[in-house]
């Protein structure tokens, strides 16, 4: 479909972006593939969407899809493209009987990956693309027993590494980061701040990372990384916040504030409270008398 030659291996293959002749001449385009995709891509005048996000592609771009996720693209006519790069297409089954198949699960960044990129700096990319080298000349050889080990073996050294600067790039991306942090903040102080928290009670992780357009377990993992905290700790702190005024400032009842909270009962409000600040409700409002 896309002119490229048949593969040598039957469940992966390593693909040069720039070989790619797409049969597409314009308009959007949306692809699901059946495989895991781990691909490095340049394509200048060229927006691709993953998930909910829209990307240029000016600069090195490492993106990690799961099977079953979509992703599409925009083509203009009459503009130039010449994409670069490459990507590795893994079949799950390739993947069978090998610790790789339950811990390929376990990498985060294959959730989120329809809503946030890697932007490698040029010693990574260069890094990546040897490991990706080595795989590509490993299924090139004659196929043996020791064929797939090996391959797996530099599958999980790739793997550890996109780990590894996912975690970087948490710290050098601070704009990006906190901008993040700064929604999560003003949509916490709205939330706790309405009718929301009565009706519905504590928003769970999942809600205000669908409501931020990124995955759970990116956000937690970026707050852990910046303020060494993840998204469950954030929610209980701006609770005791909203807490703390209510018992300074009001005169509702103890049990009051924790159905105003979301607390079904006061009992849960009261050991939280005391768990966070080591002093129980009641005594601290004592405290401003």
């Known amino acids: 479909m896309v002119g490229l030659p048949k593969p040598e291996h039957p469940l992966i293959s390593v693909i040069d972006v720039a070989a790619i002749k797409s049969p597409f001449t314009e308009g959007h385009v949306s692809l699901i593939f059946d495989y895991y995709s781990i691909a490095l891509k340049r394509a200048p005048n060229t927006k691709y969407k993953y998930g909910q996000q829209t990307y240029d592609f000016e600069e090195g771009v490492l993106f990690c899809m799961a099977p079953g996720q979509v992703f599409g693209f925009e083509i203009k006519n009459g503009v130039e493209h010449k994409p670069s790069g490459w990507m590795i297409l893994i079949h799950p089954d390739f993947l069978w009987n090998t610790a790789l198949a339950k811990t390929i699960k376990q990498y985060e960044y294959f959730n989120y990956s329809a809503n946030e990129s890697l932007h490698l700096s040029d010693k990574e990319e260069t890094m990546m693309t040897g490991i990706v080298q080595y795989m590509q000349q490993e299924y090139h050889s004659n196929i043996d ?73 990116y956000l937690s993992e970026l707050l852990k990384a910046l303020t060494g905290q993840n998204t469950q700790q954030h929610i209980h702190n701006k609770l005791i916040e909203k ?39 009641l005594k601290f409002r004592q405290s401003f008398n």
């Open 243 to 281: 807490a703390k005024e209510l018992l300074s400032t009001s005169e509702l009842a103890i049990s009051e504030i924790a159905y105003e909270l979301g607390f079904e009962h006061p009992q849960s409000f009261n050991k939280l409270f005391k768990n966070k600040t080591n002093i129980s409700p």
């Open 145 to 217: 027993k020791f064929s797939q080990s090996v391959i797996i073996a530099q599958m999980e050294l790739l793997l550890t590494y996109t780990d590894r600067f996912y975690q970087r790039q948490f710290i050098t991306r601070k704009i990006s980061s906190h901008q993040i942090i700064n929604r999560l903040e003003d949509f916490l102080t709205d939330y706790f701040n309405g009718d929301a928290l009565a009706k519905h009670g504590l928003p769970t992780v999942g809600y205000i990372a669908d409501h931020l357009n990124i995955s759970a377990g």
